[in-house]
């Protein structure tokens, strides 16, 4: 039955990553992101009720807590650069020179 | 003579030159640390020189296990080699306090700093504590060089400091290389130099650790045709960090040589001796030669520094005993009178804003002074009997004619060789006519008069009476040739391969 | 063997201390106050003159020793002493040293005297003798020096002073670059010194590197090395004594001050390299080779110059040759091995040629420094004394018996002969008679006839007493120092042959009375020829020639100036440009700039992955992950 769970975490995952590679606003790279963090808790959660233990939870905990604390950066992170160039477009932020 | 004292000579200029960096002291004050500092380091130093007994083994030993599990050790003892390039440093350095008096402060503070660091790289027992010591040593020049150096500063602070980075890093390599190969001989994990001589080395890893310390050296020495980065450093530096980079810097490369290269590495040693020995000669032509193609001054001094430099590495790589106490003799002797020639380079770049040699004239008439130190410095650079240069010159050629005859008689082309461009650019800028830029030319201060005066007058006791020198250096090379008879042994066979009929038989 | 005092190292000390003194008192006076020069006078000539007394009493003391063991040593200190090599700031007088050592500091005072006037009212008159008082500490260092490496030590030094004051005037570019030429060619022929002694070290300089322990081992010495020793010593000799091919410098030197003229490039310095090859007698008496290399290397010198020397127009170039010429025939006498007669040369040279030089510098002062010998003409009148003087000098020159340089020249040819060197015996018998030939050219042209530059003739005088006592001692040293060592068939018994023997090591051969005869006469025929054309062409005066063919070849000194400098001097610079401009930053900075465009190339090339899109540094991460993926499940396989 695990085949189910991983294919659905696959899957996501994938996504995640088309969204990361084609999308250039930055909000929906930061949400694709998200999801394929996402993708690897659901695998997480999927092999600790195979494997009958704990483990595969405590990661997803800190998988969720890194998210957040992560989301928290990011979206202060986007705010200074819209502020800098009026913008969300990646492809206008490509020199590390402010 | 109390016990810490290599420590106190090492750490006291590195710490005072930290703590002028980090204060915001005024460039008198700068100046002035400067000045007392390394008047006191010559103090230290001279009572070292009195209590140095000159047994030929390590002496005012410290040691204070470091890296223990490694064998590291803050390890540190002077013997006649080393005892000398000390002394050189010691005696020069106070006079840059004087002579130049308007510099800024991190000038000052990098002087000090390198001073500590040359001291540290001479008296360090440990190859650890050598390479931390040698590549400190690099630091204080580099800042001197791309601060306040000349207008082509950057490409020339660029290439020594990436060159001599090149060679630091085969050198560590190699360092490596010798403590695991101590480690699989004897079971132990050490750094300790006279330790390394027990090792029996071959096959072709070791040939490369060979290089990769000889490499290093050649390079800082600089031995042809590691020498291109010479003439823009020494040109584009300010006087002091020139003065610093030729007077004792260049011989700690020597230094290396015989301290790590020909006791460890004896038998690649004796197998290549031939072709380094090949390559000192043919850099001191090299660049003898060149010499006489500057327009400036500085430039030509630096190609004549490089020129005498071939000559000193060449004394090491004969093997035998006048070369080598020959080679540590003109160390000092060639400090004393081409770093000298680079301060007064300075002196005069500085009173009329020129380095070109045809912009000057008739400095003689104008400052007589100036010319008789000058005279009598150029005349040791060239070896005159009665200066400190003749004697080292004399025992290197006389060594080499025993090595390889054919080597000998180049290496005695140094004498024509040198005094060509000496003289040449001594009757342009001293003699002839005055030109407008050397008109107003004013003689040396009494301070700066003074301030010569003891490096003079070194130059010409060293002449006349170097024996009392001699003794402190010859029972250290008589050891070194003791412990590495395999290489004297192996000597008589590789020479007058070319001239068989004049072989000198050994007795 | 060899008895020690203590007094011989003061020999050298007092002219260096007095030169240290003087020349402390120039510099530190010279811009701002000016010194009497009667101060300098005199602090000059106390170091000469006392040196001058110590010869004496050296000279006494060996007189007291038996001959074979006239040698006193005295060793000041160790000079240096690395393993086998030990070497003493020793000093050695024995019959030879003490000959030289007599007329050097005889010689030497006299000529510091004589500059006293001749250098009056020059700006530099300090630093002129504190130049000549190191000159002559240097020249007794030379003389005295116990091994070859303490006599190294004064040959360096008597180069460094022939460069100081032939730069003197140093204003004049010309004046340095004689200078700079002089110092040069002597390197050159140092260098060969250097190298003999190495040799001569390694060879048997283990046992003691001074003269009497070199003595003793010469025996253990190898022939080949023998040889190379012999030879390199005289390439030394041939740089300081300005021999073929190295000869060039002399003439140029001429550039200095009159009295330096005489002293350092006439009757001491130049005649170095004749003391040394008779102090290495004990090594070239076993080296036949080298003698006779020696020989015909000093004869055909002598020719070459006394041909250059008969077209000469200035008249210290003419005794520059004559100088080059008379060194030509010690270098002859000492290479057949008859030291005692190079030696002798030397000796009788010394005061002949000191007089002609100081001679024409009487000339040259009372003509306001005019040298050409066209300009000047019938000073006979005028100068008396320094006509008759330089008359003696001149005869002595040309070798007119019983001046003194006919004993010596004449026992340097009978030498030549009796040794049979027939070659080198008719070859120096042609040049006696050039030699006299172009000698009365300059007396007839200078002294004789009608005065040529009437204005200068008018102003012309006398020169002062000062000047003209050295001349008059000196002429009196060139008449009668010949009979020092008279030979047995005019009844004398060879004094100075004699004097010398136990420091040489030669043998006198023994010929028919008809030999001597023989040489004596073709000197005499010779000698009476070439003042004869003299007389005919210039005795009653005669306008300056043209010259062409030949006699233009030989007026310009065979080129030999202008090929050294097409084939030495500016190869050398060429080479120093070209290592400069080309070599240095295209060959052997090669590598490093290679290095240097090998990283850019690299780093070029990398650049295009860094194009500054986030998206794209994701992809590199996926596809670096995916594949290091890919490894990880293949082994887990």
Same mark, same amino acid.
């Given at each position: 039955?695990?085949?189910?769970?991983?294919?659905?975490?696959?899957?996501?995952?994938?996504?995640?990553?088309?969204?990361?590679i084609s999308?250039?606003?930055?909000?929906?790279?930061?949400?694709?992101?998200?999801?394929?963090?996402?993708?690897?808790?659901?695998?997480?959660?999927a092999?600790?009720?195979?494997?009958?233990?704990?483990?595969?939870?405590?990661?997803?905990?800190?998988?969720?807590?890194?998210?957040?604390?992560?989301?928290?950066?990011?979206?202060?992170?986007?705010?200074?650069?819209?502020?800098h160039?009026?913008?969300?477009?990646?492809?206008?932020?490509s020199?590390?020179?402010? | 003579?109390?016990?810490?004292?290599?420590?106190?000579?090492?750490?006291?200029?590195?710490?005072?030159?930290?703590?002028?960096?980090?204060?915001?002291?005024?460039?008198?004050i700068?100046?002035?640390?400067?000045?007392?500092?390394?008047?006191?380091t010559?103090?230290?130093?001279?009572?070292?020189?009195?209590?140095?007994?000159?047994t030929?083994?390590?002496?005012?030993?410290?040691?204070?296990?470091?890296?223990?599990?490694?064998?590291?050790?803050?390890?540190?003892?002077?013997?006649?080699?080393?005892?000398?390039?000390?002394?050189?440093?010691s005696?020069?350095?106070?006079?840059?306090?004087?002579?130049?008096?308007?510099?800024?402060?991190?000038?000052?503070?990098?002087?000090?700093?390198?001073?500590?660091?040359?001291?540290?790289?001479?008296?360090?027992?440990?190859?650890?504590?050598?390479?931390?010591?040698?590549?400190?040593?690099?630091?204080?020049?580099?800042f001197?060089?791309?601060?306040?150096?000349g207008?082509?500063?950057?490409?020339?602070?660029?290439?020594?400091?990436l060159?001599?980075i090149?060679?630091?890093?085969?050198?560590?390599a190699?360092?490596?290389?010798?403590?695991?190969?101590?480690?699989?001989?004897?079971?132990?994990?050490?750094?300790?130099?006279?330790?390394?001589?027990?090792?029996?080395?071959?096959?072709?890893?070791?040939?490369?650790a060979?290089?990769?310390?000889?490499?290093?050296?050649?390079?800082?020495?600089?031995?042809?045709?590691?020498?291109?980065?010479?003439?823009?450093?020494?040109?584009?530096?300010?006087?002091?960090?020139?003065?610093?980079?030729?007077?004792?810097?260049?011989?700690?490369?020597?230094?290396?040589?015989?301290?790590?290269?020909?006791?460890?590495?004896?038998?690649?040693?004796?197998?290549?001796?031939?072709?380094?020995?090949?390559?000192?000669?043919?850099?001191?032509?090299?660049?003898?030669?060149?010499?006489?193609?500057?327009k400036?001054?500085?430039?030509?001094?630096?190609?004549?520094?490089?020129?005498?430099?071939?000559?000193?590495?060449?004394?090491?790589?004969?093997?035998?005993?006048?070369?080598?106490?020959?080679?540590?003799?003109?160390?000092?002797?060639?400090?004393?009178?081409?770093?000298?020639?680079?301060?007064f380079?300075?002196?005069?770049?500085?009173?009329?804003?020129?380095?070109?040699?045809?912009?000057?004239?008739?400095?003689?008439?104008?400052?007589?002074?100036?010319?008789?130190?000058?005279?009598?410095?150029?005349?040791a650079?060239?070896?005159?009997?009665?200066?400190?240069?003749?004697?080292?010159?004399?025992?290197?050629?006389?060594?080499?004619?025993?090595?390889?005859?054919?080597?000998?008689?180049?290496?005695?082309?140094?004498?024509?060789?040198?005094?060509?461009?000496?003289?040449?650019?001594?009757?342009?800028?001293?003699?002839?006519?005055?030109?407008?830029?050397?008109?107003?030319f004013?003689?040396?201060?009494?301070v700066?008069?003074?301030?010569?005066?003891?490096?003079?007058?070194?130059?010409?006791?060293?002449?006349?009476?170097?024996?009392?020198?001699?003794?402190?250096?010859?029972?250290?090379t008589?050891?070194?040739?003791a412990?590495?008879?395999?290489?004297?042994?192996?000597?008589?066979?590789?020479?007058?391969?070319?001239?068989?009929?004049?072989t000198?038989?050994?007795? | 063997?060899?008895?020690?005092?203590?007094?011989?190292?003061?020999?050298?000390?007092?002219?260096?201390?007095?030169?240290?003194?003087?020349?402390l008192?120039?510099?530190?006076?010279? !811009?701002?106050?000016?010194?009497?020069?009667?101060?300098?006078?005199i602090?000059?000539?106390?170091?000469p003159?006392?040196?001058?007394?110590?010869?004496?009493?050296?000279?006494?003391?060996?007189?007291?020793?038996?001959?074979?063991?006239?040698?006193?040593?005295?060793?000041?200190?160790?000079?240096?002493?690395?393993?086998?090599?030990?070497?003493?700031?020793?000093f050695?007088?024995?019959?030879?040293?003490?000959?030289?050592?007599?007329?050097?500091?005889?010689?030497?005072?006299?000529?510091?005297?004589?500059?006293?006037?001749?250098?009056?009212?020059?700006?530099?008159?300090?630093?002129?003798?504190?130049?000549?008082?190191?000159?002559?500490?240097s020249?007794?260092?030379?003389?005295?020096?116990?091994?070859?490496?303490?006599?190294?030590?004064?040959?360096?030094?008597?180069?460094?002073?022939?460069?100081?004051?032939?730069?003197?005037y140093?204003?004049?570019?010309?004046?340095?670059?004689?200078?700079?030429?002089?110092?040069?060619?002597?390197?050159?022929?140092?260098?060969?010194?250097?190298?003999?002694?190495?040799f001569?070290?390694?060879?048997?300089?283990?046992?003691?590197f001074?003269?009497?322990?070199?003595?003793?081992?010469?025996?253990?010495?190898?022939?080949a090395?023998a040889?190379?020793?012999?030879?390199?010593?005289?390439?030394?000799?041939?740089?300081?004594?300005?021999?073929?091919?190295?000869?060039?410098?002399?003439?140029?030197?001429?550039?200095?001050p009159t009295?330096?003229?005489?002293?350092?490039?006439?009757a001491?310095?130049?005649?170095?390299?004749?003391?040394?090859?008779?102090?290495?007698?004990?090594l070239?008496?076993?080296?036949?080779?080298?003698?006779s290399?020696?020989?015909?290397?000093?004869?055909?010198?002598?020719?070459?110059?006394?041909?250059?020397?008969?077209?000469?127009?200035?008249?210290?170039?003419?005794?520059?040759?004559?100088?080059?010429?008379?060194?030509?025939?010690?270098?002859?006498?000492?290479?057949?091995?008859?030291?005692?007669?190079?030696?002798?040369?030397?000796?009788?040279?010394?005061?002949?040629?000191?007089?002609?030089?100081?001679?024409?510098?009487?000339?040259?002062?009372?003509?306001?420094?005019?040298?050409?010998?066209?300009?000047?003409?019938?000073?006979?009148?005028?100068?008396? !004394?320094?006509?008759?003087?330089?008359?003696?000098?001149?005869?002595?020159?040309?070798?007119?018996?019983?001046?003194?340089?006919?004993?010596?020249?004449?026992?340097?040819?009978?030498?030549?002969?009796?040794?049979?060197?027939?070659?080198?015996?008719?070859?120096?018998?042609?040049?006696?008679?050039?030699?006299?030939?172009?000698t009365?050219?300059?007396?007839?042209v200078?002294?004789?006839?009608?005065?040529?530059?009437?204005?200068?003739?008018?102003?012309?005088?006398?020169?002062?007493?000062?000047?003209?006592?050295?001349?008059?001692?000196?002429?009196?040293?060139?008449?009668?120092?010949?009979?020092?060592?008279?030979?047995?068939?005019?009844g004398?018994?060879?004094?100075?042959?004699?004097?010398?023997?136990?420091?040489?090591?030669?043998?006198?051969?023994?010929?028919?009375?008809?030999v001597?005869?023989?040489?004596?006469?073709?000197?005499?025929?010779a000698?009476?020829?070439?003042?004869?054309?003299?007389?005919?062409?210039?005795?009653?005066?005669?306008?300056?020639?043209?010259?062409?063919?030949f006699?233009?070849?030989?007026y310009?000194?065979?080129?030999?100036?202008?090929?050294?400098?097409?084939?030495?001097v500016?190869?050398?610079?060429?080479?120093?440009?070209?290592?400069?401009?080309?070599?240095?930053?295209?060959?052997?900075?090669?590598?490093?700039k290679?290095?240097?465009?090998?990283y850019?190339?690299?780093?070029?090339a990398?650049?295009?992955?860094?194009?500054?899109?986030?998206?794209?540094?994701?992809?590199?991460?996926?596809?670096?992950?995916?594949?290091?993926?890919?490894?990880?499940?293949?082994?887990?396989?």
């Open positions: 039955m695990i085949h189910n769970y991983l294919l659905l975490s696959i899957i996501l995952f994938c996504l995640g990553i088309v969204g990361v999308r250039r606003n930055v909000f929906t790279v930061f949400m694709s992101i998200e999801l394929m963090l996402n993708a690897a808790n659901l695998a997480f959660v092999f600790s009720r195979f494997h009958e233990n704990m483990d595969g939870h405590v990661l997803a905990m800190m998988v969720m807590a890194v998210a957040a604390a992560e989301a928290a950066l990011a979206l202060a992170v986007v705010i200074l650069l819209h502020k160039k009026s913008k969300l477009d990646t492809n206008v932020f020199l590390l020179k402010g | 003579m109390f016990e810490h004292v290599l420590s106190v000579i090492i750490f006291l200029p590195i710490l005072a030159g930290l703590l002028l960096l980090v204060t915001p002291a005024s460039k008198t700068a100046r002035f640390t400067g000045l007392v500092i390394s008047l006191a010559l103090v230290l130093s001279v009572d070292l020189y009195a209590g140095f007994s000159a030929g083994h390590l002496e005012f030993v410290e040691y204070i296990p470091w890296v223990q599990s490694l064998g590291v050790a803050y390890h540190l003892g002077v013997d006649g080699i080393s005892l000398f390039i000390l002394m050189a440093g005696v020069l350095l106070p006079m840059v306090y004087f002579v130049f008096s308007t510099k800024e402060k991190g000038y000052y503070a990098n002087l000090l700093i390198v001073q500590g660091a040359m001291a540290g790289a001479v008296c360090a027992a440990d190859m650890i504590l050598f390479y931390i010591f040698w590549e400190i040593m690099l630091l204080p020049v580099f001197m060089l791309g601060l306040y150096g207008p082509k500063k950057l490409p020339a602070t660029l290439k020594i400091t060159y001599t090149a060679g630091s890093l085969l050198m560590l190699a360092i490596v290389y010798l403590g695991v190969s101590y480690h699989a001989q004897f079971n132990e994990w050490t750094f300790a130099m006279d330790k390394m001589a027990q090792l029996n080395l071959s096959g072709r890893v070791a040939v490369f060979f290089f990769g310390f000889m490499i290093a050296f050649a390079i800082k020495i600089p031995l042809f045709p590691f020498h291109t980065w010479l003439p823009d450093a020494y040109t584009e530096a300010p006087t002091a960090a020139t003065f610093v980079l030729s007077a004792i810097m260049a011989k700690i490369g020597v230094y290396g040589v015989i301290r790590f290269v020909v006791p460890v590495f004896d038998e690649q040693f004796a197998r290549f001796a031939i072709l380094l020995a090949y390559s000192g000669v043919i850099g001191m032509m090299y660049c003898g030669i060149a010499a006489i193609a500057q400036d001054f500085k430039r030509m001094l630096a190609f004549s520094s490089a020129s005498h430099m071939g000559i000193i590495a060449l004394g090491v790589f004969c093997m035998n005993m006048q070369a080598l106490t020959g080679s540590i003799y003109q160390i000092v002797a060639h400090a004393t009178s081409t770093g000298v020639l680079f301060l380079a300075g002196i005069l770049e500085d009173r009329t804003q020129t380095r070109t040699i045809e912009d000057l004239g008739g400095i003689a008439s104008k400052a007589p002074v100036f010319a008789l130190y000058f005279a009598i410095a150029m005349l650079s060239v070896g005159l009997p009665g200066t400190s240069g003749f004697i080292g010159e004399f025992m290197i050629i006389l060594g080499a004619i025993k090595f390889n005859t054919a080597v000998g008689v180049l290496a005695g082309t140094t004498l024509i060789i040198g005094v060509c461009y000496m003289l040449w650019m001594f009757q342009k800028v001293f003699f002839q006519n005055t030109t407008p830029t050397s008109e107003n004013k003689d040396l201060t009494l700066e008069g003074l301030t010569f005066l003891p490096v003079i007058i070194l130059i010409i006791v060293m002449g006349i009476y170097p024996q009392p020198f001699l003794s402190k250096i010859t029972p250290s008589a050891l070194h040739f412990q590495n008879e395999s290489v004297v042994a192996h000597q008589a066979v590789t020479t007058h391969a070319l001239l068989p009929e004049l000198i038989e050994q007795k | 063997m060899e008895q020690s005092v203590n007094y011989l190292g003061l020999i050298p000390l007092f002219p260096l201390l007095g030169a240290v003194l003087i020349g008192v120039h510099v530190f006076t010279c !811009k701002k106050i000016k010194v009497p020069e009667m101060v300098y006078g602090l000059a000539c106390v170091g003159v006392l040196s001058f007394i110590m010869a004496l009493k050296v000279f006494v003391a060996l007189k007291a020793l038996p001959a074979e063991s006239r040698f006193l040593g005295h060793k000041v200190f160790t000079w240096f002493s690395v393993g086998d090599l030990h070497i003493d700031m020793g050695l007088a024995d019959p030879l040293s003490c000959l030289m050592l007599l007329f050097v500091t005889l010689i030497g005072s006299l000529i510091h005297i004589y500059s006293i006037g001749y250098m009056g009212g020059d700006k530099n008159y300090g630093k002129f003798f504190s130049y000549m008082n190191l000159f002559l500490g020249m007794l260092i030379l003389v005295l020096g116990d091994s070859p490496v303490v006599m190294f030590v004064g040959w360096e030094g008597v180069g460094l002073c022939s460069y100081l004051l032939i730069s003197f140093s204003e004049d570019k010309q004046n340095v670059l004689a200078g700079n030429k002089a110092f040069i060619v002597n390197r050159i022929g140092d260098l060969g010194f250097v190298l003999g002694m190495s001569l070290f390694w060879g048997i300089g283990s046992q003691g001074d003269y009497i322990s070199l003595k003793a081992n010469v025996h253990h010495l190898s022939p090395i040889l190379t020793v012999g030879l390199l010593l005289f390439v030394g000799a041939t740089g300081k004594s300005a021999q073929i091919p190295l000869y060039v410098w002399l003439p140029d030197a001429m550039a200095g009295p330096v003229s005489a002293l350092i490039h006439a001491t310095m130049v005649t170095a390299g004749v003391y040394m090859v008779a102090r290495f007698s004990f070239y008496a076993h080296v036949e080779l080298a003698g290399i020696i020989a015909w290397t000093g004869i055909l010198t002598a020719l070459l110059a006394a041909i250059f020397g008969m077209f000469q127009d200035d008249i210290k170039k003419v005794l520059a040759y004559s100088t080059v010429s008379q060194l030509g025939y010690m270098f002859a006498g000492v290479g057949v091995a008859a030291y005692s007669a190079g030696i002798f040369h030397v000796f009788t040279h010394a005061f002949f040629k000191a007089l002609l030089f100081l001679g024409a510098g009487s000339v040259i002062y009372a003509l306001h420094h005019e040298q050409n010998i066209w300009k000047m003409g019938g000073l006979k009148s005028k100068m008396p !004394k320094t006509y008759i003087t330089m008359v003696i000098g001149a005869l002595a020159l040309a070798g007119c018996p019983p001046f003194s340089g006919f004993f010596s020249k004449d026992e340097i040819l009978y030498s030549a002969l009796a040794s049979g060197h027939f070659g080198i015996w008719m070859v120096g018998v042609l040049v006696a008679g050039m030699t006299a030939y172009y009365f050219r300059m007396i007839f200078v002294f004789h006839g009608e005065p040529r530059d009437q204005k200068a003739f008018d102003h012309a005088h006398e020169s002062p007493g000062v000047m003209t006592v050295p001349l008059i001692i000196l002429a009196v040293g060139a008449l009668f120092a010949g009979f020092l060592n008279l030979p047995a068939i005019f004398g018994d060879q004094i100075v042959s004699h004097w010398l023997a136990p420091s040489l090591t030669e043998h006198h051969p023994h010929t028919s009375i008809f001597e005869i023989l040489a004596i006469g073709a000197s005499v025929v000698f009476v020829i070439g003042i004869k054309i003299a007389y005919t062409k210039f005795g009653q005066g005669a306008s300056e020639p043209a010259f062409s063919g006699t233009k070849f030989a310009n000194k065979f080129y030999v100036d202008e090929v050294y400098n097409a084939i030495i500016q190869p050398y610079k060429a080479i120093g440009s070209s290592i400069w401009k080309v070599l240095e930053p295209n060959v052997t900075d090669g590598p490093v290679a290095a240097s465009k090998l850019m190339a690299i780093g070029t990398f650049k295009v992955f860094q194009v500054g899109y986030v998206r794209v540094y994701a992809i590199y991460m996926i596809v670096g992950l995916s594949i290091m993926s890919l490894f990880l499940s293949q082994s887990l396989n």
